[in-house]
């Protein structure tokens, strides 16, 4: 007579084991704080701004006066084909 032991309960009792084994944990990846780097030419161009935002608000300024005061004219025919070439002649 031959014996098998594929069908006994040692191999029940294997699966059980495993199957009560608690699931590993992963590792949670270290958080790098952001950084922010900003090159020559960027602060070069940030620069000529401020630059030109004085004058720019100089502009402003007077246009505000001439508004105030009632100077400020508008031509909406230069109006109208500033739109115009802005959206069809590109």
Known sequence: MHIDKTTGSTFI???QK???VPPVEKAKPIQQEDQVQISN???EMYEKKTEASTE?????NQLKAQIESGEYQ???K????????????K
């Open 18 to 20: 495993q199957a009560n």
């Open 13 to 15: 009792n294997a699966y």
């Open 74 to 76: 508008v031509n909406g």
């Open 56 to 60: 720019r608000q100089e502009k402003i």
């Open 78 to 89: 230069e109006v109208a084909d500033k739109v115009f070439q802005f959206w069809f002649d």
């Open 41 to 43: 030419r960027a602060k």
